[in-house]
């Protein structure tokens, strides 16, 4: 077994953590560093439950070894609120009812982020598909489509 | 004093948003997995069994405890006693033989995961094969070999009939009125067998469990759970534990379905802690084993005959139903239970024979999953009403109208069922599809169709299943209200604030009901199962609110020297109608009042304590089903689909879909709409993709990429639901649940809607693209 002792940015906070050479970055979040709004579902790529921005692309984070994010900016869900203001998918997520058991929330509002930031207007199928790899059991889906669509045309708007 | 302003809104009825939603959508919401233990928390993995059926002739695992790291191995001759809900019929750890793919047989407890699941490799379990029961029907017959020789031993509750000596574990029948003497009046008859595979819940938290016990007797059980006090119950009577001393902290849990209902694998963790105490011992399950371990909903085979009149008056039905139980029916006979009591669907038969029958197989063990055995009766009534309205050439919406249950009628096992909205939800939803319109499909290569089903379903539990809710007052006007059931999602945190605070009268803001359910300090609750919660629960909590409204008014009127019959709570505030005096609570609901010489005090702290429970559920005959009142009601409505089928792949495009049902009275209308839509798309996901692959007694299919659930891409963008209120006589303001009954009618509504599009019935799901265009071929619509 390798050790090796990284540095990293989790959430604008400069992080230096020891770590097992097999040690994924959904584990590093969790155990190490006490961030357990990401979560665990499969641990192995297929429900999206764990899915964080690594330098601003999303990712699996049980698919990403911690050894591999030496120098990565990371980005959770604890990490989506600036100064206290709730991100504008969480916001929508939240006045349309699309939460329920909240299990798969953390990882579709950080795809919904990831979305948005490479394409601040996406069409109703490109919504869909950001959010095919993100499995959710209880609210059938609709309603976290439709607070992608209202966080876009809400930024929409704030930028214009 | 200020005069208070009346509240002239009702919170009840209201749309507010979720109580837990910031925690969920910040990453602060704390689930059974996020609990930090430190550094003495050891973990624990399972040996499992790779045979369906075998003898353990020997377990050897000396070479484990000699692994640096393990610190204990169990097995099943450590845990001699039964556990189990209904039937009990399991051990903790399969003791002289296997009975499914994935038994436990041992479990190690070391220091880190890695070292414990290395140690399951040193250890040797010597089997000698048996034959396994792969089939239900088979099963039931009399060359099956017998799975449970020691059934006749197992403790059970009246109302579960086994059969000895065989492998039905329960057999429950209907008779009433004469089926033989009805067929030759009938103008039209079906028959047809229908066949439901099993399917898993997934949820996407697994299930994990974290146990300690220590040296003064004391064991707590930290664990992902929708039954926190039927687990203490029942483990503590398993391994002989005062209830006193066990103590379950259930945090939020990340979707249940019936899978973490009774006990299941956190039996584990708890008998490892018992031997090994004073440190946390922790068991999640990897994905992997959440598919093939893990409760299933039992597969069923249901052999329908029904028959009507030349005017379209149903007659007849004879239903027989094999549920595969699968290698333990400790919870699963009592889906076979409801299966039979509501096996005419929500139809008025006046001649009935049922058999619903329980079978032990050597598959995994079925149990409870959200609809408790109504979307899989549902997939063959629902089908066979539209199959025998074509054959009488009636419109089916019309023969549904007809034929559906109304309130008096008289059900298949005597009960007199109470008012029912299901023809206005009928109505609503062939109105929104707009049934009988043959419309046009988008492209040359596609079929169109529609379909609807409806669906009844009661809550399933035992006669006397209880509730119990405290309400506690705070000297700043906040109140806390404790309850035992679990937010699963499902916005029952939610609801019981609602209920409190419009009881009470005070604003919802000032109203808190949060987690955890922890039974040392949270009432008893029996589980969160049956979309019970809303109706029991509420009960409980709404008496709790009037018990603290009624010592409040009382401190009150004591101080004024006036009736409580001429107070009330408005606001916060209790006002007089005869004087228009009056006093916000937060003044003294902690503190009391001083009496009106200012010698001495009046009242003190205000806890209101509310319980429920159902008293008029009567037995039903073993022999014929009969009874007073079976259950204690039924939500009712419709439900179905228009789709288009491309006739080049076979695959169903959902275009629309449309559900009514009758909720009694919405607390919070938009968590119903809620539950409408999740439902429908968890059914429309198993009538579409799900099955689990069982080859041999093994599951074939145990991960995501293998076992296909629905995701955004597959679900119809417009989904429209109706709500339908017609009150519940006991429910609180009327109310019923609805958090199962959305997922009952969506296979059988998918598979009209199909036969709709084709002309080809294709009876048992799932429906793939692969098996659609298989039919399609066969039947001559494609070549």
Redesign the interface.
Known sequence: MSYHRITLKVNGSLEVVDISGNMTLLQML?EKL???????????G??G?CTVLMNGDAVNSCMVLAAECDGAEII???G??KNGE?DVV?KT???L?A????????GV?ISARALLNRNPHPT??E???A???????????????EAVKVAAEIEGQEGA | MAIAQASTSSVVGK?V??I????????????T??I?FGNALHHCRVKRSPHPHALIKKINYDKALLIPGVKLVVTGEDFPEYVGLYLQDRNIFARDRVRFVGEGVAAVVASTEEIAEKALDAIDVEYELLQPVLDPEFGASKEAPIIHPDLEKYEHPNFIFPVNGTNMANHFKIRKGDTEAAWPQCAAIVEHTFRIPQVQ??????HVAIAKAEENGQVTLWASTQSPFAQRALLAKSLHIPESDFRVIAP??????GCKAGVTMEAIPVAAALKLKGVPIKLLL??EEEFYTNFVRQGLVIKLKVGCDKDGNLLAMENTMYWDGGAYTEYGVNVTRAGGYSSTGPYDIPNMRTDSICVYTNHPVGGAYRGFGMAELHTGVGQIMDMLADKIGMDRTEFHLRNCVRGGDVLATGMVIHEVGLPECIDKVARALKLGEKEAPSAPNKLRGKGIALAWKAPAMPPNAGSSALVKMNADGTVNVSVGGQE????TFTAMAQIAAESLGVPYEAVKVLGPIDTRYSPYEWQTVASRLTWSMGNAVRNAALDAKKKILDIVAEAWNEKPEDLDIKDGYVISYKTEESIEIKDFVVYGLPKADDQGWLGGPIVGAGSFMPTYVTGLDAETGQGERAVVHYTTGAQGLDIEIDKDTGRITVLYAASAFDVGKAINP??V??QM??????GLSSAMFEECQLVGGEMRNP???DYR?????D?P?K?DTFIVETAQDDGPFGARGIGEHPLVPVIAALANAIYDATGVRITNPPFSAEKIYMALLEAGVVN
Request: hydrophobic share 35%.
């Open positions: 969790r006490a961030l357990t709004g990401t979560k665990n579902g499969c641990a192995s297929e429900c439950a959770t869900v604890e989506l609120a709730m969480q997520l939240v006045d009812g939460v329920q058991c909240g299990f798969c929330t953390p509002l109703e199928f919504i869909r598909d959010l095919s790899g993100n499995l959710c059991r209880c609210t059938g889906y609709n309603r976290i489509v | 749309s948003k979720r837990d939603v910031q925690e969920k959508v910040t990453g602060a919401a704390q689930y997995d996020d930090a819940h997934v949820p996407i938290e697994p939020l849990i990340g979707g249940g379905f990897t994905r699963l999602g499902q916005g938009d968590m709409r809620q839509e999740g439902g429908f798309v968890q991960s995501f990429v659930i629905a995701t955004a891409i679900v963008e989904i």
